[in-house]
């Protein structure tokens, strides 16, 4: 079974975080949110999410897969927090995925895991940071390699599908979303 890590931020997306959340728990990866800071995290629209963990449990442990949810400000935060960086340096060194959604990507970004590679986010996000190694793309989802980034808040469920399909397959995907009625 997958390990996947979720971080949640304060002010992260939660119609993104619950969907990768919702999706790959339903394709039976055991997957680990974990918050930045004690207590729950208070979402971009005042939802509250309670994470598993608090970071610092998780340093250590081996996940196949780290995802980033984006909105603003949780996106800013993931991305000025040194042990965000550490986990995707140590997980992309390892082989294993990263992913992020909206403007989540700037913290791949940031880490240098889209350095030389197709990638995509929320409109303007990537523009913004005058990357020149970087071939930005406006489709709702990207994988280069072992990174993968989406648009935002309306592809999260393409996201999702696609996670699963990379950790587990097609067959996985398509049973996961017969169950949505999509």
């Known amino acids: 079974m997958a390990s996947v890590l ?19 728990r339903r394709a039976g990866f055991e997957v680990v949110t974990a918050g930045l800071e004690p207590g729950p995290v208070i979402a971009s629209r005042g939802v509250t999410l309670l994470p598993d963990k608090l970071l ?3 340093m250590d442990q081996t996940f196949q897969m780290m995802v980033l949810p984006g909105g603003l400000p949780g996106a800013d935060h993931l991305n000025d927090d040194p042990r965000i960086h550490k986990l995707l340096e140590r997980i992309s060194s390892e082989q294993g995925y990263t992913a992020a959604i909206c403007a989540a990507p ?4 940031r ?5 030389g590679r197709r990638a995509t986010a929320y409109p303007g996000v990537l523009d913004s940071l005058n990357l020149t190694n970087v071939s930005i ?23 999702a599908l696609a996670l699963i399909v990379i950790l587990a397959g097609e067959a996985k995907r398509a049973e996961v979303e017969a169950g949505l009625v999509r």
């Open 6 to 24: 979720i971080p949640l931020a304060q002010g992260c997306e939660e119609l993104e975080a619950v969907t990768l959340i919702d999706l790959l």
């Open 56 to 58: 610092d449990e998780v």
């Open 106 to 109: 700037k913290v791949l970004a």
């Open 111 to 115: 880490a240098g895991l889209l350095a």
């Open 137 to 159: 793309d406006s489709s709702a989802v990207v994988r280069d390699g072992q990174v993968i980034t989406s648009r935002g808040p309306g592809t999260a469920m393409d996201f």
